[in-house]
Structures are given as structure tokens and as C-alpha cells.
């Protein structure tokens, strides 16, 4: 039983689609529909239902794909348990992480990942929307806040922390606020991935949790890329995560404002497909992400 055969009903299984697991495996969707249609025959058993709209597994699919899929992994450890040198990783990672985290910590130190470890090849999906991990076949994605997916593995990597920043020329024109009292006479971008729903006021800390408070706003966004723009256009005050405004805040581009009404420590964790064992370079591309990402998390909330 070939392993190649294995690997393309486990991505077909998962996906319910030959279409977008020839797509994922960069095979003709043909060649996926004859090498399952091979494996059910040098099993003697139907593995999947096949429908013009659906493919869902048999009950003897759903008892071999999660053979199927711990003998995948278990060929991968064995392929790899004399080679634990930087170089000896080999393979695809697909990830997704947030627009701002990818551009401005994790892609400028890609280069340097990719020099210990010059058989990966990485395919990184940016968006500041939530992805179907599982659809989408990612490797693991990096997710900023509440968690809802209870089907995948999460790692906590921390809590992301936050800064509230003005441009120079905002306050000029509308002055350094210096206490909440003050924000009644200024301005907030506001933040709404649907902009259908009204986005949160201003978020600070009252000594027993975090209350909001509502604010004026000349602009909604839905997007990070957005949200740093409006405010470095002098459009309004924004409430960020650090990680995306260190370099702003180091040249001037950007003012840090009340310092102790920051908004609520954003919880960062890694998911990815439960697994029994899972890929060695899944495991140390995450380890290195951890790394990464360390100078703007921290421990508690």
C-alpha cells in the first residue's frame, strides 16, 4: 500500500471534495478520483459516497482514514529520526496568520527560518478574517482573541499587548488627551470587520475588568491595514496591539496617548488539526513562532 495513495484519501477525506484536494496536492482531479478509486479496491471496501454534490466517507472510510492518517504520520517521524539536523526538515507548511502580524513581525525574519531549514517551503494565506483550518488544509494559523473552533489543537502563545496611539498631526489639531474625560472632546477610528454592526467604543481598564466608552468617529474600517492608515492620516485615536506599531512609535509616525487606559490584552494562540503525532516541521515552524512573537506578548493578562 503505497503511501502517496494514503495521503491523497486522507486530503480527500478531510477537504469531502476531489476538487479541492487536487488542488492542495497539485494533482489532476482525475488522478485523485483513480488513485482512491485503487486504494478501495486493494481494500476490497467502498471508502467514500460519491455524489454530483457531496463526497462523504463509508463507515469502513471513517474507520481507515484515522488509520490512515496516524500510519502517515508515524512514516513521517520514522523518515526523520535520524535526521534532527536544521536541514533535514523537508515539505510544504501552509499557514494563515493576521495581515499586521505577518508584514511587520513575521515575514521580515521569514529569510532567517528559511536558511536552517532550506527544504521547507512555506505558503502563508494573510487576512484578518477566521479560516476553515481544516478546508483550508492549514498546517496551523495564528488566531488573535476568543477561540470557538473546539474540532482543533490550541497552543497558547500569550497575550498580545496593546497601545493606544494618535498621530502628531491629530493632536495638533485636537490636542493630547490626558485623562478619559478628555476623549469626549476627541475622535476614534473605528473597527468592524462586517461594518454592518456598531464597532466598540473606547476600551479601558476600571480596576475590577475592562468597560467601554462610547466615542465620536469620522471613519469606520474593516481591515488592520485600514485601521493603521486612518490613524496615521490624523483621522482618529486607535487602541492596537503593539506588535504592529513598535516601528511607527520609534520614528514619530505615531504618538502613544494614556498610557494606563489601554484596552484588554488580546489572547494569541496556535491551532492546528488534532493529530496523534504531529509533523516535526509543524512543531518547530511553531516553536520558532513562539520566538517571533515573545517581545510583544506576554505571560498573563
Known amino acids: 500500500m503505497e503511501l502517496d495513495a494514503l495521503r491523497t ?13 487536487a488542488e492542495q496536492l497539485g494533482m489532476p482531479k482525475a488522478r485523485v478520483s483513480t488513485t482512491v478509486q485503487g486504494l478501495e479496491t486493494q481494500l476490497g471496501t467502498r471508502l467514500l459516497h460519491r ?5 462523504r466517507l463509508t463507515p469502513d472510510g471513517e474507520a481507515f482514514v484515522e488509520r490512515a492518517a496516524a500510519l502517515l504520520a508515524d512514516a513521517e517521524q520514522v523518515q526523520s529520526m535520524f535526521q534532527q539536523g536544521p536541514g533535514s526538515l523537508k515539505g510544504r507548511l501552509r499557514i494563515d496568520l493576521p495581515t499586521r502580524i ?11 527560518f ?7 517551503a512555506i505558503e502563508l494565506s494573510t487576512t484578518d478574517r477566521r479560516v476553515d483550518v481544516i478546508d483550508g488544509g492549514f498546517d496551523c494559523v495564528l488566531r488573535i482573541g476568543t477561540l470557538d473552533d473546539s474540532n482543533l489543537v490550541a497552543r497558547p502563545v500569550g497575550h498580545m499587548r496593546m497601545v493606544n496611539c494618535a498621530s502628531p498631526a491629530y493632536l495638533e489639531a485636537f490636542g493630547t488627551p490626558k485623562r478619559l474625560d478628555d476623549l469626549a472632546h476627541h ?9 454592518d454592526a456598531r464597532p466598540p467604543g473606547w476600551e479601558y481598564p476600571d480596576g475590577k475588568g475592562w468597560k467601554l466608552l462610547d466615542m465620536d468617529g469620522v471613519i469606520t ?3 488592520t491595514d485600514a485601521y493603521e492608515a486612518a490613524c496615521l492620516a490624523g483621522l482618529g485615536l486607535i487602541q492596537a496591539p503593539l506588535v504592529g506599531m513598535t516601528q511607527h ?25 488534532g493529530r496523534r503525532n504531529l509533523p516535526r516541521r509543524v512543531a518547530v515552524l511553531m516553536d520558532w ?13
Open 9 to 21: 484519501f486522507v486530503k480527500v477525506a478531510e477537504l469531502a471534495s476531489f476538487t479541492r484536494a
Open 51 to 55: 455524489t454530483t454534490r457531496s463526497v
Open 102 to 112: 505577518a508584514r511587520t513581525a513575521v515575514i521580515p525574519r521569514l529569510p532567517e
Open 114 to 120: 528559511l536558511a536552517l531549514h532550506p527544504g521547507l
Open 187 to 195: 475622535r476614534l477610528v473605528r473597527y468592524s470587520q462586517t461594518l
Open 221 to 223: 474600517v474593516n481591515n
Open 249 to 273: 512609535l520609534a520614528e514619530g509616525r505615531l504618538v502613544e496617548v494614556l498610557p494606563k487606559w489601554r484596552a484588554k490584552p488580546m489572547a494569541v494562540s496556535l491551532l492546528y488539526p
Open 289 to 301: 513562532l513562539v520566538e517571533v512573537l515573545a517581545p510583544y506578548v506576554s505571560a498573563g493578562r
